[in-house]
């Protein structure tokens, strides 16, 4: 199976949105966006790697921020009527999975996924027709499509425990699409895998060689890597692990110092959980790469306060999954949870992005 820019600290450069929205447009924009919540009996359910107003004003309303399974699992069981998923395409699929009865909407139906683009339902369904010997094995970071022709779905965060679960019972796998999690899965289980060739455009860019010159600069900084990341920046990690596994590491290891290698959303939780504490970006950019997303997804700042208060005042932007689909990503994805309570593991981490 088979980039830097100059580091910076969180508190000292802030995150910007793809909307450029000034401070007294905001305030407007925030309270015009809970009197709509209220009116339309709907509550916000935002990404780790949403912008920072959205995830703060999700805090205000009583609404949640997680990782994308949470963020469906949440709505399920919340009252409301209607529930607004700031985030990437795929998330929303699987809030409507998860509760076909309400209905879901998104900040902006364009806003979608590199695994999710780079794993086509039909190519996907050849490539296991090709192999019917394997168990398919897919990252939540994927189509209700693609979903529905696996057996399990996974989260970072539980993604080990299952193909370990899986090669014990001498099954091979065939697993996609993030090929970087899947090496680190494989490395980790010794389990046969055959990996689709996908990655996301974010973890991609970390570089190894880079972070190691930045781990030079900083020797105190403990370094928290995502798994989507490539195998020489897994390799120098402290702690590798699902957004959720970062961001409790931040919280509770006694250093005072961070490198972190995911989205650059997640520092706004961080910075709220260990306030005291440095954070800085692991580097993708610099003498051996190019910067194309510099540690932020470009659809996932698609998400703004302008773009939620017009979907609440159009009612548009509704996700709709075939029922026929969404039963059978149902099945894998209920496997996967019924697995992790059977364990009593949490199954965070799909953030995946």
């Given at each position: 199976m088979q980039v830097t820019k100059a580091p910076r600290a969180f508190k000292e450069e802030p995150f910007?949105?793809?909307?450029?929205?000034?401070?007294?447009?905001?305030?407007?924009?925030?309270?015009?966006?809970r009197e709509l919540l209220r009116a339309e009996d709907a509550v916000l359910v935002a990404h780790y790697y949403t912008e920072p107003e959205i995830q703060s004003l999700a805090d205000e309303t009583g609404g949640?921020?997680?990782?994308?399974?949470?963020?469906?699992?949440?709505?399920?069981?919340?009252?409301?009527?209607?529930?607004?998923?700031?985030?990437?395409?795929?998330?929303?699929?699987?809030?409507?999975?998860?509760?076909?009865?309400?209905?879901?909407?998104?900040?902006?139906?364009?806003?979608?996924?590199?695994?999710?683009?780079?794993?086509?339902?039909?190519?996907?369904?050849?490539?296991?027709?090709?192999?019917?010997?394997?168990?398919?094995?897919?990252?939540?970071?994927?189509?209700?499509?693609?979903?529905?022709?696996?057996?399990?779905?996974?989260?970072?965060?539980?993604a080990v425990d299952v193909v370990r679960h899986l090669h014990e019972r001498g099954e091979k796998i065939l697993w996609a699409p993030d090929k970087h999690l899947g090496d680190y899965v494989r490395r980790e289980t010794g389990a046969d895998m055959l990996c689709w060739e996908g990655s996301c455009i974010v973890h991609e860019e970390f570089k190894g060689v880079e972070l190691e010159r930045m781990r030079r600069q900083y020797p105190d900084a403990r370094v928290l890597v995502h798994p989507e990341s490539p195998r020489a920046v897994i390799e120098q990690a402290d702690v590798v692990g699902s957004t959720t596994k970062l961001l409790a590491a931040v919280r509770e290891m006694p250093e005072r110092r961070f490198i972190v290698a995911t989205d650059a959303g997640i520092f706004y939780k961080m910075r709220e959980a260990a306030p005291d504490k440095e954070l800085l970006e692991a580097p993708t950019a610099g003498r051996s790469a190019t910067c194309v997303s510099c540690a932020h997804c470009p659809w996932m700042a698609m998400n703004g306060l302008r773009s939620l208060v017009r979907t609440l005042e159009r009612g548009d932007n509704e996700i709709h999954v075939d029922p026929d689909v969404a039963a059978k990503a149902r099945i894998s994805l209920q496997r996967m949870m019924d697995f992790a309570k059977a364990r009593a593991r949490p199954v965070l981490g799909a953030g995946d992005a």
């Open positions: 910007t949105s793809a909307e450029q929205v000034g401070p007294e447009e905001a305030a407007a924009l925030r309270v015009r966006a949640f921020i997680s990782d994308s399974l949470e963020m469906a699992r949440f709505g399920a069981d919340h009252p409301a009527s209607t529930l607004v998923v700031a985030g990437v395409r795929f998330m929303g699929e699987t809030a409507k999975i998860l509760t076909p009865h309400k209905r879901v909407l998104m900040l902006d139906l364009e806003a979608t996924c590199s695994l999710d683009d780079g794993c086509p339902p039909d190519e996907f369904s050849a490539f296991c027709d090709a192999h019917p010997d394997r168990t398919v094995v897919v990252y939540a970071n994927t189509s209700a499509a693609v979903k529905a022709r696996a057996d399990w779905v996974v989260t970072s965060s539980i």
